[in-house]
DNA sequence: CTTTGTGCAAATTCTTTGCACCAAA
DNA sequence: TTTGGTGCAAAGAATTTGCACAAAG
C-alpha cells in the first residue's frame, strides 16, 4: 500500500505547506528513506521519475521544511547538509571510515542545564567513531 | 604578560606542528577569543597587524590544527565553519535571533550507550534557542 | 486575475588547490 | 639542497537568487 503519498501530503498540510508535486516527492523521499540524504542525493534519485525537477526546487523545499520544522537540518558533515525526516528523539553517529550516517535511538535527548533566562527551542548531538563494519 | 604567545608556540608543538608566525598567530588569536569565529573572522582580525597573511594560510592551519586534535571544528551554523581552542568540556549554543554563539558548561558530556561494535572518538552538542538579551 | 511554485542559469559564498617563491634545516 | 610553509589567483563545490513561465484558486 502507498498510504506514503498520502503521508506526505499531510505532514505538509500540517506545517501550513502547499503541496505540490515536488513538495510531495522530496516530503515522500525523506519519509522513506532513513539516509540523511544531501539535497543532491535526494535531486539525484528523484530525477529519473520526475525529470523536469530542478535542482533549485529541491533546495527550496528542503529550507522551507526545515523553517517549518518538518525536517531537521543535520550538520554532522561539514560540507553538505543533510536532511532527516524522523523527528522522534535520536542522536547521530558519523563513522569517520565509510562515512556513514546513522541514527542512535535515545529514551530522550539530553538537554544540560541552561543559565537563566536562555531558552532553547531544539537540540542535536552529534558522535564521530567508527562503526559496527569498520571495526573489524 | 604575553605568555600567550608561548602558549600558542607550546600548543602547537605538542601537537607535532612546526611553529611559524602565521601559525602561532592563527592559535594565539583562537586561544585569545573565545568567540567561535569564522576563518574570515581570524583573517579579517590578524590582517592589520600582519598584512602579508593569506586567507589560505588560515585556511590550511585551521585544517591542520582540526585535524591533530588541536582545535575544534563546530558546525552548528550551516553556512561557515567555526572553530574553538577550548577543548574543555562544554556544549555550544547558538542564538537564532542575534547569531550568538556562546559555550555551556558541562560537567562531563553526554555520550549515549551506543550499540555493541561502534566505538565513538569525539561528540559535540548543539543546543539553538534565544539567550538572555533576546528574551527581553 | 492574482498568487504561488517551478525551472533554468547566473551569481554568491565558502573553501581548496596549483604553483612559484622563500626561509629554515 | 631539500623540505616545508606561504601567498596569490584560479578553481571547485554547495547553495541561493532573479526572472519568466506555468499552474492553481
Redesign the interface.
Known amino acids: 500500500m502507498d498510504g506514503i503519498k498520502i503521508l506526505a501530503k499531510e505532514r505538509l498540510e500540517l506545517h501550513g505547506i502547499k503541496p505540490s508535486m515536488q513538495r510531495m516527492a522530496v516530503m515522500e523521499y525523506l519519509i522513506t528513506h532513513r539516509t540523511h540524504p544531501t539535497a543532491e542525493m535526494i535531486f539525484t534519485d528523484l530525477y529519473p521519475e520526475m525529470p523536469t525537477l530542478s535542482k533549485a526546487t529541491v533546495y527550496n523545499t528542503l529550507n522551507l521544511l526545515v523553517e517549518r520544522g518538518v525536517v531537521r537540518?543535520i550538520?554532522?558533515?561539514?560540507k553538505n547538509?543533510r536532511y532527516d525526516a524522523c523527528m522522534d528523539p535520536h542522536?547521530h553517529?558519523r563513522c569517520?571510515n565509510c562515512g556513514a550516517i546513522l541514527d542512535?535511538d535515545?529514551e530522550k535527548h539530553?538537554?544540560?542545564d541552561?543559565?537563566?533566562?536562555?531558552?532553547?527551542?531544539?537540540?542535536?548531538?552529534?558522535?564521530?567513531?567508527?562503526?559496527?563494519k569498520c571495526?573489524n
Open positions: 537540518l550538520t554532522i558533515e561539514e547538509a542522536i553517529f569517520r542512535i535515545v539530553w538537554i544540560p541552561m543559565p537563566a533566562g536562555m531558552s532553547v527551542d531544539m537540540s542535536e548531538t552529534y558522535c564521530i567513531g567508527r562503526c559496527t571495526n
